[in-house]
């Protein structure tokens, strides 16, 4: 009986030590390529790039001590008529190391439309100065893409959440 008990003992002791690995959803949350624009686009539209700051965690209290973030990354197209094509969303790290890329082919954003990419909680490969660079094309009378971000952290009932606006690059 005492072996029994010493086994279950240790396999529980074993197995809280191993730690869990979850999978990140924010490599692939929608199908991207369903979003893909397929046909040639005119040499008539402009072409604009858009810089975004995003926080993977934040420091808190000390500089040794951080509070993981939930990023949701907001690409709008402000435009009633147009759409706007983005050609890349690239996430960076604190570093400025490249983390992953978003899609392969332009993607279309309909007038008014929103289309969002969500950073896990506990990804936090960004760090605390990721960010993001945008690419994209639109019409010459049309409103440039707007890039949004919003960070969140809940624990019991304390909140934390901030925003991020996208910043058009020369």
């Given at each position: 009986m005492?072996?029994?008990?010493?086994t279950l003992g240790l396999l529980l002791l074993f197995s809280a030590c191993n730690e869990q690995t979850q999978e990140i959803s924010s490599?692939?949350?929608?199908?991207?390529?369903k979003r893909a624009f397929q046909q040639a686009l005119t040499d008539t539209l402009e072409s604009g790039s858009t810089y975004l700051s995003v926080y993977s965690e934040i420091f808190t209290r000390t500089e040794q001590r951080t509070h993981n973030l939930t990023a949701t990354i907001?690409?709008?197209n402000p435009n009633r008529k147009d759409s706007v094509y983005i050609f890349s969303a690239d996430y960076f790290n604190t570093s400025g190391?490249?983390?992953?890329?978003?899609?392969?082919?332009?993607i279309y954003l309909r007038p008014m439309e929103t289309v969002e990419i969500?950073?896990?909680e506990f990804d936090?490969?960004?760090g605390t100065?990721?960010?993001?660079?945008?690419?994209?094309?639109?019409?010459?009378?049309?409103?440039d893409p707007f890039f949004e971000g919003v960070m969140i952290s809940t624990s019991g009932q304390?909140?934390?959440?901030?925003t991020t606006t996208g910043k058009k690059l020369k």
């Open positions: 005492k072996t029994i008990l010493r490599i692939a949350p929608i199908n991207w390529d907001s690409m709008r190391e490249l983390i992953r890329t978003y899609f392969e082919q332009p969500v950073i896990d936090k490969t960004g100065g990721a960010n993001f660079i945008f690419d994209w094309k639109k019409a010459s009378t049309a409103d304390q909140g934390l959440s901030f």
